[in-house]
């Protein structure tokens, strides 16, 4: 059974740093493109970052691209979003996510696999 744990989130100030952890079990990432995406009330989810573990290009959200950092550590099975300067507009819950190589990112059924969210809540 695949199962995703998050961690990290929480509450801070405008212009502060959280890092989101999230550690996969029954599952391997090298065979799959992850990524963290998050849906803010009363929006629509949206992709944050996701990349493949095995190589392969980067992508970020304009909103986030030069404040967040995605990356893994595979022999941990842990994939983690580095979060700078964050803006009350960050404010959502965060998940993290696995889709099948080769599939349509943009796309949210593409994603295979959740976790089950972390709050993350920014104040001005």
């Known amino acids: 059974e695949v199962q995703f744990v998050e961690s990290g989130g929480g509450l801070v100030q405008a212009g502060g740093s959280l890092r989101l952890s999230c550690e996969a079990s029954?599952?391997?990432?090298?065979?799959?493109?992850i990524g963290w995406f998050r849906q803010a009330p009363g929006k629509e989810r949206e992709g944050v970052s996701w990349f493949s573990s095995s190589g392969g290009r980067t992508h970020y959200a304009g909103s986030v691209k030069g404040r967040f950092t995605i990356s893994s550590d595979n022999a941990k099975n842990t994939m983690y979003l580095q979060m700078n300067s964050l803006k009350p507009e960050d404010t959502a819950v965060y998940y993290c996510a696995a889709a099948l190589p080769k599939s349509d990112y943009g796309v949210i059924t593409s994603w295979k696999y959740w976790g089950q969210g972390t709050q993350v809540t920014v104040s001005s």
């Open positions: 029954g599952f391997t990432f090298d065979d799959y493109t």
